[in-house]
């Protein structure tokens, strides 16, 4: 069992920049798949980046490439979300998602086990 609590979120105007962070508590850290979704208001939850148990490999949707960077750091049991140039179309609800199972699809909410509550992130015009 882990616990996810993320942190981070806001107000800010396109073009700015956020951090998110998300704290785990629980079983060892790095033998967690770590991702990072989000739900706009009125759609289903979509894919927005993840990184391997060692952080060598990270993976993103096509929406934020270029602009959001992963990343995580297994001594203080964290991962983050570097948001640059954000767009008012990435307003959304962010999760933190932690998946236990050692292969799982890391594109989908299927292949992750665990999630926190989630953290607001509201881009203006």
């Known amino acids: 069992q882990v616990q996810l609590v993320e942190s981070g979120g806001g107000l800010v105007q396109a073009g700015g920049s956020l951090r998110l962070s998300c704290a785990a508590s629980g079983r060892t850290f790095s033998s967690y798949r770590m991702g990072w979704f989000r739900q706009p208001p009125g759609k289903e939850r979509e894919f927005v980046a993840g990184i391997s148990r060692s952080g060598s490999s990270t993976y993103y949707g096509d929406s934020v490439k270029g602009r959001f960077t992963i990343s995580r750091d297994n001594a203080k049991n964290t991962v983050y979300l570097q948001m640059n140039s954000l767009k008012p179309g990435d307003t959304a609800v962010y999760y933190c998602?932690?998946?236990?199972?050692?292969?799982?699809?890391?594109?989908?909410?299927?292949?992750?086990?665990?999630w926190g509550q989630g953290t607001q992130v509201t881009v203006s015009s």
């Open positions: 998602e932690a998946g236990a199972r050692f292969y799982g699809n890391t594109y989908s909410p299927t292949g992750y086990d665990y």
